[in-house]
């Protein structure tokens, strides 16, 4: 907690207006992620995509009273929020840092900073869960570890921790310099340097400089001495280290590992002296986070079984918050990744950005390890879930149910099989159900009995990724341009109203569907932003009007027909379709005359835009006929304004017009593949994230000789013996069937492998020869390291025939990272 006359100091902001100041309790960066606005300070963050300054009136509305801004007139800013204690400062994003490195240096406790390219939240959390039969931890939620992440992961620090543990990523020189200001670690991890994300840095070893800046003044390093990058830039300087490796001398020497069943042995040397341990995993990445872990476990002193023991427990750590359909219509957040206060604010947002499913449910377990009383705790709990409209609260375990006074409505069971007995799948229908419970709780049986069955395919879709693309082209955007996305054919067989909800929460202006009833879908889900339909068949017309859908006209006829339906006394809003040279839907100047006659007779019926799309965006070499056609347009549009005799939005660029042509965005622009993560003119695809991945698993694996074939016709012919994977995707879940005999490839084991044989309608085959294969093991069809992009050149089609092809009876999976 901090006063408001700490706050101004701390940041030396100027004190525009102090009105009944009240103490800071709550940071606030994201104005969506409001919960409680008493002691709330909102920093007005300008960053690269949004502008905090731009929600100020609504947070004000919504009672927050503190504000930190780098913008605006002192007399205005009081004039607009007259309650409102106001500090105008340089930069808010420093001010915020300031805060929290003020915080940090309140606290004299252990902090261990973890940062390197890999690994790094994994080997936090798992730190956390080994040390916390000793300390009370607090940790970094997720994976915070931004400029902006880090200072809100250290503002959770409070005096009743023993052990705080940070992570710090950077993308750009200077950054870590700030963290480290922030962290102040005590005690540092380097994870190991990768090559990815290199943009920002000069070279690899810049990089490593870079970060080795968040232990400028630790005691003691942690890190792996076989990363010679890191161990060169490391003995370059003075800082005691503790190492372990295989290849280098060091404090830990790992004399080898060998992997039994599920676990990995590791027989290494300590103190002079040989043990063997094991940990719970196989894969490669594991086993070195695992062994970070290890090296400080070791130097901690504690004993051999106890360490054992401890690692025994250890559990992979989900990354992401997974999103799924289950039973009676609900809709299931599965996070049981951490249940920690920051974890469940971060889940209950996330539950928050769905607010048209239903109904929310809560299913919580104690919390465990928060370093406050229970009664604090649990007051800190319900406070939270207050504000976040939970409908229906189940708590399990015999903390929370004694502080069961503290949640008004809400149902109680001190055990998760109390639960279960208890547990009626028709109580649940059509909700959002968030379930959050700490480990030993044993959620994931809650999970599953909330589950549908998946076919072994899934298309998964990364939330953060499409927030990503939508992001970028934002930033290609003039500030006053408005966004129309597209969300036809199932959002581009993404999924719609997952993709809707998501884009109404970031504020896009405008969806658009191709039929009415992907409008109606939409509308019953509660998205409420205007929809266009652009194929409104005639005996869609009652519909659009009771969804208040707006429809795309293209034809004088079709007008007629519209009209003509029209009921007395209400508006309707319609988007004009001009054809420009594509010449496929809409009026040329020719019709005009009677277009607007008839327009002119029907004073109810609103032109809101008038649009026209590009038949060449993608391709350079059509360049000067595109220009042509928003030539073209242009004047179609002048044209049309002067016969309405009032102004209407403008628009032509789809995705690949607004990379292209960004001079002429208009007063709107229509965003389609490039939110689903392909840039239509190539130039750009690297600014983009992959958005869909589709999965599959391997239902049976065969051993066939030299001169044996697989498949329908025989086709897959065996020169050598083989071994074949049967994998479950055909042609019916929209798996092409020109991939057959070679032409496509999937990934198995991360290794590019050929179809052999010719797809069927279910399942096809794929030489898997040399690799280790089972049945039930996941095999990727197309994603970020085989993209949709090389998979549509293969076959001679485009990624949007491949991805508006998967079919419906492949489950959508949404997650955020
Ligand atoms: C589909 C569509 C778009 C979006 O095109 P992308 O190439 O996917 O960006 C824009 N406008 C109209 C009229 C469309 O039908």
Redesign the pocket.
């Known amino acids: 907690m901090l006063s408001f006359q700490q706050l101004s100091s701390i940041t030396q902001g100027r004190e525009v207006q102090v009105v009944q100041p009240q103490p800071v309790v709550h940071l606030l960066t994201d104005s969506r992620k409001l919960s409680q606005p008493a002691g709330t300070v909102f920093f007005a963050i300008r960053g690269k995509y949004n502008d905090g300054h731009k929600y100020l009136s609504q947070l004000y509305r919504q009672g927050v009273r503190t504000f930190v801004v780098e913008q605006g007139e002192p007399a205005a800013l009081t004039h607009l929020y007259p309650e409102a204690s106001i500090l105008l400062v340089k930069d808010s994003l420093q001010a915020l840092q300031q805060v929290a490195a003020w915080h940090r240096q309140q606290f004299q406790i252990p902090v261990i900073g973890v940062t390197g390219s890999n690994g790094k939240t994994i080997v936090k959390e798992w730190l956390a869960q080994l040390l916390s039969p000793d300390e009370l931890v607090v940790k970094s939620p997720r994976s915070y570890n931004s400029q902006l992440g880090v200072p809100l992961s250290v503002w959770q620090l409070n005096a009743n921790h023993t052990l705080a543990i940070f992570e710090a990523g950077i993308s750009l020189p200077g950054e870590m310099e700030k963290l480290q200001q922030i962290i102040r670690p005590t005690l540092g991890l380097f994870t190991n340097i990768g090559s990815a994300h290199n943009e920002g840095f000069a070279s690899l070893e810049q990089k490593v400089a870079e970060k080795l800046k968040l232990f400028a003044h630790v005691e003691l390093l942690f890190y792996c001495a076989d990363h010679t990058l890191v161990h060169q830039a490391v003995q370059r300087q003075s800082i005691n280290t503790f190492t372990w490796g295989r290849r280098q001398e060091a404090d830990v020497t790992i004399n080898a590992t060998t992997t039994a069943g599920h676990r990995t042995i590791v027989v290494y040397t300590y103190l002079g002296q040989k043990q063997r341990l094991a940990l719970p995993f196989t894969d490669e990445a594991s086993v070195e986070n695992a062994l970070h872990c290890l090296a400080v476990l070791l130097q901690r002193s504690l004993p051999l079984s106890e360490i054992q023991d401890r690692l025994d427990r250890l559990h992979p750590v989900a990354m992401r918050l997974e999103m799924k359909e289950a039973i009676n219509g609900c809709y299931l957040i599965d996070d049981t990744y951490n249940n920690d206060l920051g974890g469940l604010a971060i889940a209950l947002n996330l539950q928050a950005s769905q607010p048209q499913r239903g109904a929310h449910t809560l299913i919580l377990s104690d919390l465990l390890e928060s370093g406050l009383a229970e009664e604090a705790l649990y007051k800190q709990v319900a406070e939270l879930v207050q504000p976040h409209r939970v409908q229906r609260l189940i708590g399990i375990g015999p903390v929370i149910s004694k502080y069961r006074h503290l949640f008004g409505e809400a149902v109680f069971y001190t055990s998760t099989a109390d639960f279960l007995k208890a547990f009626d799948s028709a109580n649940f229908r059509n909700e959002v159900i968030l379930v959050k419970g700490a480990r030993v709780f044993g959620f994931e049986k809650i999970v599953q009995a909330f589950q549908q069955k998946v076919h072994g395919t899934v298309l998964e879709v990364n939330l953060d990724a499409l927030v990503h693309n939508l992001n970028f082209y934002r930033s290609r955007l003039m500030p006053d341009t408005k966004l129309m996305v597209?969300v036809?054919a199932f959002a581009?067989g993404s999924g719609s109203f997952e993709v809707a909800n998501l884009l109404q929460f970031h504020r896009v202006d405008y969806l658009?569907v191709?039929y009415a009833d992907e409008g109606v879908m939409l509308r019953e889900h509660g998205i409420t932003l205007p929809i266009m339909v652009?194929n409104p068949a005639p005996d869609s017309f009652a519909k659009l009007q009771q969804y208040t859908l707006e429809p795309e006209i293209y034809a004088l006829e079709q007008l007629q027909a519209f009209v003509a339906s029209l009921e007395e006394g209400n508006k309707y809003k319609i988007h004009l379709?001009l054809d420009t040279g594509m010449h496929r839907l809409g009026f040329v100047s020719e019709d005009f005359e009677a277009l607007f006659d008839l327009l002119q007779q029907y004073p109810q019926v609103q032109v809101v835009s008038a649009?026209s799309?590009l038949a060449g965006?993608?391709e350079a070499l059509h360049n000067d006929f595109s220009q042509q056609q928003i030539a073209t347009f242009r004047s179609m549009a002048t044209e049309v304004e002067a016969r309405l005799g009032y102004s209407v939005t403008k628009h032509i660029l789809?995705?690949?017009?607004i990379v292209r042509f960004p001079e002429h965005q208009l007063d709107m622009v229509?965003?389609?593949?490039?939110l689903y993560g392909v840039e239509?003119t190539g130039s750009e695809q690297e600014a983009l994230r992959p958005v869909s991945t589709l999965k599959t698993t391997v239902s049976q694996v065969k051993s066939i000789n030299a001169g044996e074939t697989v498949g329908y016709s025989r086709k897959g012919i065996a020169d050598v013996a083989k071994t074949i994977a049967t994998i479950a995707i055909g042609y019916a879940d929209g798996y092409d069937r020109r991939f057959s005999n070679g032409v496509g490839q999937v990934l198995v084991q991360g290794q590019r492998r050929p179809l052999i044989g010719n797809v069927c309608m279910d399942m096809c085959m794929v030489d898997v020869t040399g690799l280790q294969v089972k049945a039930g093991d996941e095999v990727i069809v197309f994603g970020p390291q085989l993209t949709l992009v090389e998979l549509a050149n293969a076959i001679g089609t485009i990624p949007?025939e491949l991805l508006t092809n998967v079919s419906t009876r492949v489950k959508r999976v949404f997650f955020a990272e």
């Open positions: 597209m036809k581009y658009a191709a652009m379709k649009f799309h965006a993608d789809n995705s690949a017009g229509r965003l389609g593949i490039g239509a949007y």
